[in-house]
């Protein structure tokens, strides 16, 4: 057996079909707020990670370039199944948003100029705003009961909304210091 067939050691036996169409629905249901819909899957109904495992995943994914979402199809499928899990997870997410998005390029090259498709895109921009804070408050509600993590979301939001510094940057300053006091402070990482 090739090593991408391989199961990482204790993995959940999941079939490789249902990731595949786990993250085929989080493509199509997730517009704009495809973490919520993953975790709403992967979570709540597949019950195939535990909050922490997802929201660990979601943190490592914040480091890696490229959409979070296609990080966490990675990392959920691998954590499944390994390689193959990984590769089944990244093919049915790409399937429909590739799909949709070049048929919706050649659409909105062609009619780009009219209002009525400034005023479209307007409104989606608009709730796929409102979609990413959901997100964020369901992302940190699991640390309400943890000051340094309230303190650090706080803080990146603060130097991502008002300071305007860059998401990298951000990264390369809460990070290390997020780090350090949760080894100083193991108990305020819990």
């Given at each position: 057996?090739?090593a ?19 993250f ?16 709403r899957?992967?979570?709540?109904r597949?019950?195939?990670?535990s ?24 990392c ?35 009619y ?7 005023n ?71």
């Amino acid at each position: 057996m090739s090593a991408i067939a391989d199961d990482p050691p204790g993995a959940l036996r999941v079939p490789l079909l249902a990731i595949a169409v786990a993250f085929l629905t989080v493509s199509s249901f997730g517009f704009g707020g495809g973490v919520v819909w993953a975790r709403r899957i992967v979570v709540e109904r597949r019950r195939w990670l535990s909050e922490a495992e997802f929201l660990d995943i979601v943190s490592l994914t914040q480091f890696l370039p490229g959409p979070n979402i296609v990080g966490i199809a990675v990392c959920v499928g691998a954590k499944l199944r390994g390689g193959a899990g990984a590769l089944a997870a990244i093919a049915g997410f790409l399937l429909i948003p590739w799909s949709a998005g070049l048929m919706v390029g050649v659409v909105g090259l062609e009619y780009a100029h009219t209002p009525l498709l400034r005023n479209i895109l307007g409104g989606i921009s608009a709730t796929a705003a409102g979609l990413l804070v959901a997100t964020g408050v369901r992302l940190l509600l699991p640390h309400r009961r943890r000051p340094a993590a309230v303190i650090f979301a706080a803080l990146a939001l603060v130097l991502l909304a008002f300071s305007k510094l860059p998401l990298l940057a951000v990264l390369f300053i809460l990070a290390p210091a997020s780090i350090a006091v949760a080894a100083g402070f193991p108990a305020a990482a819990r």
